[in-house]
């Protein structure tokens, strides 16, 4: 029988499921630290020791890498459906922190995961109208494919310094520039020797609240 999780637990588990998925591997102990916020892998430890007493996870007898032992998505109820994503809603993001930090996380949506291509792996609070002129409305939220890639031309979540926006990425002449949809709004010029840039997701499509 498979006990409840903690949202913390559940944002672990859905990590490694996530990772297993793409990289044909558990994470390491690091690796889950990293990626989720955590300062030491000591700690990350501790979540994996609790998901495992919980039945979610396993080590391998031989290897003692970890092993999901069933379905890793859960409802907020804690009852399982693996039919359903259930999403992290990422809020303000912190100066220079990572966007799955658990500060971050306001709440956690379920949603149907045939909504949207390719999955997403977590919600956005979008703050603005920048982005209006495809839909994209203050308050709204948007589901985030998460990626370090895009092509030109795609709407995507970038990190410029220690901000977080949402805007259309164009390459032109050896040029790196994110274009709002609102003719407000200038472009903003990336220079790579002088903005630390990253992406840290794809949209995928929004979900605008009653």
């Not at 994503?85 to 149907?112: F, K, M, N, Q």
């Not at 919600?123 to 589901?143: T, Y």
């Not at 494919?145 to 895009?150: G, S």
């Not at 805007?167 to 040029?175: H, I």
């Amino acid at each position: 029988m498979q006990e409840p999780l903690s949202p913390r637990q559940q944002q672990i588990l859905d990590f490694i499921a996530d990772w297993a998925a793409r990289e044909g591997r558990p994470p390491t102990l690091r690796e889950i630290a990293q990626q989720v916020g955590l300062r030491q892998h000591s700690s990350a430890q501790v979540h994996v020791e609790a998901l495992i007493r919980k039945g979610w996870l396993a080590r391998s007898a031989q290897h003692g890498s970890l092993r999901l032992l069933a379905a890793t998505r859960t409802t907020g109820s804690g009852s399982n459906d693996s039919a359903l994503l259930y999403l992290p809603l990422v809020g303000r993001v912190a100066a220079g922190a990572p966007i799955l930090s658990e500060g971050h996380i306001e709440a956690r949506y379920t949603i149907d995961p045939h909504l949207f291509r390719p999955r997403p792996h977590y919600l956005l609070r979008v703050q603005g109208d920048s982005m209006i002129g495809v839909g994209i409305r203050d308050d709204d939220l948007i589901a985030v494919h998460r990626t370090p890639t895009a092509l030109d031309g795609q709407i995507v979540v970038a990190r410029i310094d220690d901000e977080i926006t949402v805007k259309r990425l164009r390459y032109a002449d050896g040029r790196l520039r994110l274009l709002a949809e609102n003719p407000a709004y200038a472009a903003i010029e990336v220079d790579a020797t002088h903005h630390d840039f990253a992406i840290e997701g794809l949209y995928v499509g929004v979900i605008r609240r009653a």
